[in-house]
């Protein structure tokens, strides 16, 4: 059984597709969310079904594999069951790999004030929140006021901030440049911050450095060594310095589903399960966890949270299961780095990979290739080229549309 | 000012640019939807944004026009004033295209266990019930709850209803068909139910009768003369007859907003405002009511509640103004009917157009290209083509995501 279909999940059944293994994929959702390109979403560029496929479509052929949409509330390794929400489901192995959720470091009460972007819901939120707040000061008599209502700060300078920072200066200079009458959209204020000393902490530094820079360039300001001590609903305050802004969002930490003690393994402080070099629960041989919920030693750290990690645990427990069956023993997991790639707006980016420093528009190809390449979907892939070359060439963005929640300018 | 950025108010606006005239467009979206491709949306086959064109793009460089999101609450013709949620407006002129909502004729309760077709969150509602119902027979393990959970009743045959009933069917036969492992999703039940004796009512008879054959041919079950007595979670009451059924979704009647009671004019049963021939209130001049909110009368009835009528209304209303501005006495509104279409699934559709009447293939392709001509805005249309295009080539729907809401499965 395998819990959760985000890459690791899912490569994970892929690698499964033996007659002789019946598979039960679940996964509270009924869609594969391809998250490296969710900030897109949050800024308009694509449309959630341009980003997500049925993962009943992508297992309709694999004959082995039964889906089923529920929440796990629970895991009972005693008995090797599952508790769903709706129900039980008896295990042999399993497989978790249910990803992460947004951390605010013990303030709980942000979340309201600032969103973090990690499900389709999330990222429709921000779209709302970013395109009412253009629509508020619009409407907005008080000319003092104006500049908090176009203030947008990002908590968090690591790829997704740094995307979705990149994506909001070009919504704020192209997009939306000349369909406003009282206000200036190319006068919005996008504020990046971080804690650490520099943006892309995970990235060596002089591509850091050029990342900030690109930043820069299109109007972004970087805010670094920036400790967050409140969030509410008109602004931000870093220590003694208040920010007053309508739109915060957050990008900054990740934390386990709550459900995850129920596995009974040792948890790092993010509640992230510290697996064995194999993937499995120290305790238990048939349970393996993979992908953001899986704390995997390598070297003097830890294997990190992204796409291309998940990836490969998912095979190699997709390849334990295997040998496990064949009575052999189980192989311990090394992360291959493949490099790194975050994207800044239109046509810059910056990359490394196998001690190749990229930055600038090379990088940025690179990264377009990249992520087409790995969209589950040919329809997804055909849609996701042609809105980025629409959007590329005529400053549009095809998904602009406030849904849901509060549509109301609101002063 | 004009209110509402529907048909009418659209193609009123675009009619009245004029660099003396100073337009305000107010509308409770940032968007103009189109319509009659809405139902598409509710089924899966197309994306919110296929459909839907944000209107400062719309207006972008019609540079006498302001946009403003906002959301009336009344309006007061004596002072002229528009009274939105968040402040007061002057006009002078005012063209009133808010449209309609839907009515339960008295019956508000069954809102809730029968959602209507107006909005796009109207159609994500409804295509995350129709998605969560097959994926709650899935995982029931009481064989006898199976076929309520597969039962969809559509109320009212008119062509949201017809076409909504195909694409259920559609759905059924052809795009889950197999991605279920214990339930088998072409023994899904779609029951088309009216109260009238035919379907598509407004339609010449032949054409209804056609509809229908087509209908069944796809595996759609009509029941006319059918009237509903009682909505509730479990099914739909027709008298004495009670279906078991767990989704149903209504597509019978509509209604004013209730905010145009402070047009303090005469109204219809549904509450429709009764407009002079030229369009105009009867005792306010300079207030024109166009589309699905107006009661044009024509002959011996009223002009339809259709996207032409709205969209010629606005033109005329437009002219009107112009006449108005120049001194020249206005000129009544008279409706030339262009003909009727609805589609049936794959392939099929019943049409008339001046006398002719087709059906068939021939219809349907008719339909594909007026509704890809009339949609606004280039992205759109492409991307319309492209996801028809690959869904009738594939048999595959892009948008199958059950996004918001309950998405757990609940027996």
């Known amino acids: 059984m395998i819990l959760g279909a985000g890459f690791g999940g899912l490569y994970a059944a892929k690698h499964l597709n033996h007659p002789s293994i019946r598979i039960t994929l679940i996964d509270k959702r009924n869609y594969h969310l391809f998250q490296p390109l969710l900030y897109q979403v949050a800024t308009a560029g694509l449309s959630p079904g341009d980003i997500a496929a049925p993962i009943r479509s992508i297992f309709s052929t694999q004959k082995n594999t039964t889906v089923i949409l529920g929440e796990v509330t629970s895991v009972d390794t005693q008995n090797k069951k599952v508790i769903l929400a709706h129900g039980e489901i008896d295990y042999d192995i399993l497989i978790v790999a249910t990803g992460a959720t947004h951390s605010y470091f013990g303030h709980n009460e942000w979340a309201q004030h600032a969103p973090g972007l990690k499900s389709i819901e999330d990222a429709l939120e921000i779209r709302r929140r970013a395109l009412i707040a253009y629509e508020t000061a619009e ?29 909001l200066a070009e919504i704020s200079q192209h997009t939306l440049a000349r369909d406003f009458r009282n206000i200036d959209p190319t006068q919005a204020r996008i504020l990046l911050l971080d804690g650490q000393s520099r943006v892309l902490p995970t990235y060596p530094p002089d591509l850091s450095a050029k990342a900030q820079k690109q930043l820069e360039a299109i109007g972004v300001e970087v805010k670094t060594n920036a400790h967050v001590t409140c969030i509410d609903a008109t602004g931000i305050s870093l220590g003694d310095e208040r920010i007053a802004a309508r739109t915060v969002l957050w990008c900054a930490g990740v934390a386990a589903d709550p459900w995850a003690a129920s596995l ?39 294997v990190p949270g992204v796409a291309p990690a998940a990836i490969q645990q998912g095979r190699h427990a997709a390849r334990n299961v295997l040998r496990t069956l064949q009575g052999k023993p189980q192989l311990d997991f090394r992360y291959v780095d493949k490099g790194s790639l975050a ?37 997804n892939r055909f849609s996701v080229i042609f809105n980025w070359a629409y959007s590329y060439l005529t400053f549009r963005k095809s998904a602009r549309l406030i849904i849901g929640g509060n549509r109301k300018v609101d002063r």
């Open 264 to 302: 009974g393994a040792p948890r790092d402080r993010a509640g992230r399960i510290l697996v064995r070099p194999d993937l499995t629960l120290p305790d238990h041989d048939n349970v393996y966890v993979i992908g953001d919920l899986a704390a995997v030693a390598q070297g003097e750290g830890f």
């Open 343 to 379: 994207t800044i707006g239109r046509a810059a980016a910056v990359a490394f990979w196998h001690g190749f420093h990229l930055s600038g528009i090379i990088a940025w190809f690179a990264w377009l290739v990249i992520h087409i390449f790995f969209l589950i979907g040919f329809r």
């Open 139 to 167: 409407v907005e008599t008080d000319p003092e006021a104006r500049p908090a209502q176009l203030t947008f700060v990002i908590v968090g300078a690591g790829p997704t901030g740094v995307e979705l920072a990149g994506a």
